[in-house]
């Protein structure tokens, strides 16, 4: 099937959703990418800084770029000129590079931070208590140029739907511990919560996700 395709039927799946379709087009050429442009999607989703750079030169100027990867301190400054949100921040030193870097672009840098949710030792993230950590900290008090809008995280990979909604129900009850906590600074808001990909993503819209980060349903597997 074509990407178009696959894109009208996805959209159809999740219409009834009010949330952001990031189309992650990691691996994938740019002709492929353009397909989905021409398919009006305008949010990409990358995971290498390299990659991101590329395509951001060669795709049209009004499509978004979503860093959803891990991000290493060292490459934060290749991407700050033109980065939409960066989805996984999972260090207060990632934060403090991001910030470093953003003020020396002038530009403000809207960043979620990552949340460990999953069984799995492998995947990144932060804890909840690490979480409050970095939101209390002194040093994001002081930031001028991160904005802190919400958390991401990343389900199991797993064929056991019950534990996948376990996991997404557990970040939402953070997220929404957080949104109300009336001490936090003024460049926290919590308003998104990105969470759901190709396999997960009906259970992540029933639990509360506002940006879906998709690629196999949208482009085929990867190589
Ligand atoms: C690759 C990737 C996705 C998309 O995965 P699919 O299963 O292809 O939809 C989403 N989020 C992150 C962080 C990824 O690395």
Redesign the pocket.
């Known amino acids: 099937m074509s990407v178009a395709k696959n894109l009208e039927k996805l959209q159809r799946s999740i219409a009834s959703y009010p949330c952001l379709l990031v189309a ?1 087009s ?1 691996t994938k050429p740019v002709e492929v990418l353009m397909e989905a442009y021409e398919a009006g999607v305008r949010d990409f ?1 990358e ?1 290498k800084v390299q990659e991101m750079v590329d395509k951001h030169e060669q795709m049209p100027k009004d499509c978004k770029w979503h860093m ?2 891990h991000l290493q301190r060292n490459k934060v400054k290749y991407i700050i000129p033109f980065v939409h949100l960066i ?2 921040v999972d260090s207060a030193r990632l934060l403090k590079e991001i910030e470093k870097q953003a003020e020396k672009e002038d530009r403000i840098v809207d960043c979620l931070l990552q949340i460990h949710i999953a069984e799995e030792q492998s995947k990144f993230g932060l804890s909840e208590e690490e979480l409050f950590e970095i939101l209390y900290s002194e040093m994001l008090a002081k930031a001028k140029y991160v904005q802190i809008k919400g958390l991401m995280g ?1 389900a199991t990979f797993t064929e056991d739907k019950q534990q996948v909604r376990r996991e997404f129900k557990h970040l939402r009850q953070i997220f929404d511990k957080a949104k109300v906590d009336a001490h936090l600074p003024k460049n926290v808001n919590m308003q998104k919560l990105s969470i759901g ?3 997960d993503y009906q259970i992540a819209l029933e639990e509360g996700s506002t940006i879906l ?7 085929g597997s ?1 190589n």
């Open positions: 992650v990691k989703g995971n959803i990867g989805h996984a990343m990909m190709s396999g980060r998709i690629g196999t349903t949208i482009f990867r």
